[in-house]
């Protein structure tokens, strides 16, 4: 079965959105895109697109997120309050690497002020080459992050 990807941005990032929403839309290992906006010409706060976005990955709608703004770091800042999301910006091949195979992240943030527009198309195509291998022994520091989260869900419940 292929990847659900929801893609995301903010008017910092939309035109990287669009070129990157093209690719996906065309990439056999892709089963389905969810445009989570903004839409070319449309002026929201960049938390007010991460949030419903990387949500649909923590509810199950979505497998992995591609969210652009300015520089990749509010999307991803605010994709991390997402309980049970991973995100981080990531503007080289290697971290786009280790996205995956380190930290078994679910969204990549791309910059469409930090890097060109041919960088970016081939990170978001390589971030979906990667598959975590759960016997790493990175899995450890996964299952610390998922244990903080579950502690810090019970805390604000009472
Ligand atoms: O890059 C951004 C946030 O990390 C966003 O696109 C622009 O934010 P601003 O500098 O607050 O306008």
């Known amino acids: 079965m292929g990847l659900r990807i929801v893609i995301a941005a903010d008017p ?14 065309a990439d ?6 969810i445009d ?3 839409a070319p010409g449309e002026t929201p706060l ?15 709608q979505a497998d992995r997120g591609i969210f ?8 991803a800042i605010s ?3 997402v309980p049970g999301v991973r995100a981080s910006t990531a503007h080289d091949s290697f971290s786009v690497e280790r996205l995956i195979m380190s930290n078994d992240a679910h969204v990549l943030c791309l910059g ?8 970016a198309r081939r990170l978001a195509s390589e971030f979906l080459g990667y598959t975590f291998d759960p ?4 899995k450890a520091n996964i299952d610390l992050i998922i244990e903080h989260e579950g502690r810090a869900d019970s805390r604000a419940a009472h």
Not at 28 to 33: A, H, L, S
Not at 135 to 138: I, K, P, T, V
């Open 12 to 25: 910092a990032g939309v035109d990287y959105k669009e070129a990157v929403k093209a690719d996906l839309e």
């Open 68 to 75: 652009f703004c300015g520089t990749g770091m509010g999307m």
């Open 46 to 60: 960049y938390p007010s697109i991460a949030f419903p976005a990387a949500t649909m990955i923590a509810q199950g």
């Open 79 to 81: 994709a991390n309050k």
């Open 28 to 33: 056999p290992r892709v089963e389905q895109v």
């Open 112 to 119: 469409q002020r930090v890097i060109g527009r041919e960088l």
């Open 36 to 38: 989570a906006g903004c």
């Open 135 to 138: 016997a790493s022994h990175s």
